[in-house]
């Protein structure tokens, strides 16, 4: 299966993962702030995941 990252800092990266159910993820790249990635949608014909970043609003004490 192959995952695309839309948006948020990690847009346009690809990733490749098993054939087991993506269910997101916290991921990061480098330096880059760490973003919630959730699939979105999935490509019946090529099984391509598209997995958008999630906005998350810190909590507030």
Do not use: C, K
Request: hydrophobic residues 45%; glycine residues 12%.
């Amino acid at each position: 299966m192959i995952v695309r990252l839309v948006g948020g800092s990690l847009a346009g990266r690809v990733l490749e993962t098993t054939d087991a159910p993506w269910d997101g993820d916290w991921l990061t790249a480098g330096d880059a702030d760490w973003g919630l990635y959730v699939p979105t949608h999935r490509d019946p014909a090529t099984g391509i995941v598209l997995a958008e970043a999630q906005v998350t609003i810190p909590r507030r004490r």
